[in-house]
């Protein structure tokens, strides 16, 4: 049996609309990602660290006048779904909220749905708040229990609920450099935080160090309340372990039940074991090249 040669003949009714989406693309896409500006700040502050759940839909920016605000993100396509056009003709209708993808069909041809072009999302803000006279130097959600950290210009960490305005400084905790939230829907969450040994910090954009520091394991409970959660015993977080570091560490992730650490030298997984810090802290890959 011979091919059909309808869609042969069909093409040159699609070409316009091939034409009209390879233009709208032209400029917007990349291979891997595009980058759409979605915020701008319109007074003298500067953003110094940006933090994301993703689950809440809420963006967390930290400023370097010590302040933290709360933004909503908008913006995001919802999928229409659309009928061929009545007739067989090639009218365009939208498939995405606020203009964007069409569908059109053919007399002899199924419908062909057309791509969107991406919708680029923007910020609302919602609230403010200030924790620090110094800068805000890091951000790290903990969504399963709705909790902010921060590490301040001074080098302490403070815990804050996402509504409210309450802030709790971690104890024993000086000139912190990096932290890591587990991500995962554990209650209470796990909060990991690595301090350096220097007794100065140097100011804001300034965390380099050479020597060694700790890295301290918290559980951190569920906002609500002050006093009033049955985890921890009221209290917003509880140490659960520390360990001394040799080297300077430059970031940190949690991987399952452990921290993976990226320092100058390499990498190293810090993890439950024995002896009196409750964590051990063992070589994964060593880096010669000494860029984490």
């Not at 910020?123 to 909790?147: D, Y």
Request: charged share 15%; glycine share 12%.
């Amino acid at each position: 049996m011979a091919p059909s040669t309808d869609s042969q003949e069909d093409l040159p009714l699609l070409q316009p609309f091939r034409q009209q989406q390879e233009q709208r693309y032209a400029s917007t896409t990349r291979t891997a990602f595009s980058l759409v500006p979605v915020h701008t700040r319109r007074d003298a502050s500067r953003i110094t660290a940006v933090a994301m759940d993703s689950q809440a839909q809420r963006v967390f920016l930290g400023l370097s006048t010590g302040q933290i605000e709360e933004h909503q993100v908008l913006g995001q396509p919802t999928p229409r779904h659309n009928a061929p056009t009545p007739g067989g003709d090639a009218t365009p209708r939208s498939s995405y909220a606020g203009g964007g993808g069409s569908v059109c069909s053919v007399a002899g041809a199924p419908p062909l749905h057309l791509p969107s072009a991406p919708q680029a999302p923007s910020l609302r803000l919602v609230a403010g708040r200030r924790v620090s006279r110094h800068g805000v130097l890091e951000l790290c959600c903990l969504p399963s229990v709705s909790r902010l950290v921060a590490i301040c210009g001074d080098g302490s960490v403070v815990v804050s609920p996402y509504d409210g305005a309450a802030l709790w400084v971690l104890p024993k905790v000086k000139h912190a450099v990096a932290l890591a939230g587990d991500g995962t829907h554990r209650v209470p969450a796990r909060l990991a935080v690595v301090v350096r040994a220097s007794s100065s910090l140097g100011g804001l954009d300034s965390r380099t160090h050479t020597t060694g520091g700790k890295l301290f394991v918290f559980s951190v409970a569920p906002a609500g309340p002050p006093g009033k959660s049955s985890l921890l015993g009221g209290q917003p977080a509880l140490q659960l372990a520390q360990v001394p570091i040799e080297e300077p560490v430059h970031a940190a992730a949690w991987v399952g039940d452990a921290v993976f650490l990226a320092t100058a030298s390499g990498y190293k997984l810090a993890r439950r074991g024995g002896g009196s810090t409750g964590a051990i802290v063992v070589d994964v890959a060593p880096n010669p090249g000494g860029v984490p």
